[in-house]
């Protein structure tokens, strides 16, 4: 069974730029999930979707952040403009049922680098 | 602040010896725990959780030890391998299964 993929692997950007993080669930998985890893810290939860539709993103700042499911199978973050403060590996996890079903099978994705200059 | 934390962050232990990772929380409310193993580039991997009203559980060369009195849970590794190195974070879930993790221990396997 294929992995949680996403692209690109690593980005490098200057502040006030944008860009746009992709993810491909697990097929078949409902619930999707946005993190931020900032070095040296655990992964904090950005957006939680179920299928095309948002669960929770009480922790997006939504200022500069913003995330789509649209067909309820991939999806992309995007930050505009993006700080410094931004520069972290940003994950994407999935889970095969619906919001409610344990954390336990969350998936996790190899992530996106991004530095920002 | 954080509500999960952890005592170390890094460890060094010899291959063979035996591993044991700790983790404090401050949430008396959280329904379970999760133990996740980060290998660099990668994202986080499940190694093993336990309920609340569980003391312990066992793994494959993994056991989880639950303190609720001190609020502090433990990853036991036996016979740690150069595969073993890795981060190690201890999550805790609440209420719609949201997932909130501690800031995370380095393992770093001596051959």
């Known amino acids: 069974e294929a992995g949680v993929a996403q692209s690109p692997r690593y980005k490098i950007i200057e502040k006030r730029q944008s860009v746009a993080f992709w993810c491909n669930p697990i097929s078949g998985h409902a619930t999707l999930y946005w993190y931020q890893q900032i070095l040296g810290q655990g992964p904090k939860l950005l957006i939680q979707?179920?299928?095309?539709?948002?669960?929770?993103d009480s922790q997006l700042p939504k200022d500069r952040f913003s995330a789509e499911r649209l067909k309820g199978v991939d999806s992309t973050l995007k930050i505009q403009p993006a700080k410094l403060e931004d520069s972290a590996v940003y994950l994407c996890?999935?889970?095969?049922?619906?919001?409610?079903?344990?954390?336990?099978?969350?998936?996790f994705g190899p992530g996106t680098r991004l530095t920002v200059l | 602040g954080e509500s999960v934390g952890l005592h170390l962050p890094t460890l060094s232990v010899q291959e063979g010896d035996n591993s044991i990772i700790n983790c404090a929380y401050s949430?008396?409310?959280?329904?379970?725990f999760i133990w996740y193993k980060q290998e660099s580039g990668k994202g986080p991997q499940f190694i093993i959780d336990?309920?609340?009203?569980?003391d312990k559980r066992q793994g494959q060369r993994v056991t989880v030890l639950l303190n609720k009195t001190v609020k502090h849970l433990s990853l036991q590794i036996a016979a740690t391998q150069p595969g073993d190195s890795a981060v190690y974070f201890c999550?805790?879930?609440?209420?719609?299964?949201?997932?909130?993790f501690g800031t995370g221990t380095r393992l770093t396997i001596i051959p």
């Open positions: 996890a999935s889970t095969p049922g619906y919001a409610g079903t344990g954390a336990s099978e969350q998936f």
């Open positions: 336990i309920r609340s009203n569980m």
């Open positions: 949430n008396s409310a959280s329904d379970y």
């Open positions: 999550a805790e879930v609440r209420g719609n299964e949201k997932l909130t």
């Open positions: 979707f179920q299928n095309n539709g948002v669960v929770d």
